[in-house]
């Protein structure tokens, strides 16, 4: 059993970075896959980002390919969203979750953190 705990987000500017981070209490943290979804105000949550257990396999939304880079430091029991070229849409709060297979599925995730807020103004 894991615990996420989400930090890092905040206000940036639109072409900004960010790098959230994913700390997963638990010494089982390096079987989980770890995913990032996120839900924009009065939408629903949506997948961003997946990593496998061992962080050889990832995937990730059309809507952040090439801006965004999910990876893992086992050792630190963390999880990474590195943010890049940030657009105004990207607007949500940023939730991680863990579960055994990587994927974009929610179903697939049994530990969810409580989110973090990510704002990008134009």
């Known amino acids: 059993q894991v615990q996420p705990v989400e930090s890092g987000g905040g206000l940036v500017q639109a072409g900004g970075s960010l790098r959230l981070s994913c700390a997963a209490s638990?010494?089982?943290?390096?079987?989980?896959?770890m995913g990032w979804f996120r839900q924009a105000p009065r939408k629903a949550r949506e997948f961003v980002a997946a990593?496998?257990?061992?962080?050889?396999?990832?995937v990730y939304a059309d809507s952040v390919k090439g801006r965004f880079t999910i990876s893992r430091d086992n050792a630190k029991n963390t999880v990474y969203l590195q943010m890049n070229s940030l657009k105004p849409e990207d607007t949500a709060v940023y939730y991680c979750?863990?579960?055994?297979?990587?994927?974009?599925?929610?179903?697939?995730?049994?530990?969810w953190g409580q989110g973090t807020q990510v704002t990008v103004s134009s």
């Open positions: 990593i496998n257990w061992s962080g050889g396999n990832t």
């Open positions: 979750a863990a579960g055994p297979l990587e994927g974009s599925n929610e179903s697939l995730y049994n530990y």
């Open positions: 638990g010494r089982t943290f390096s079987r989980y896959a």
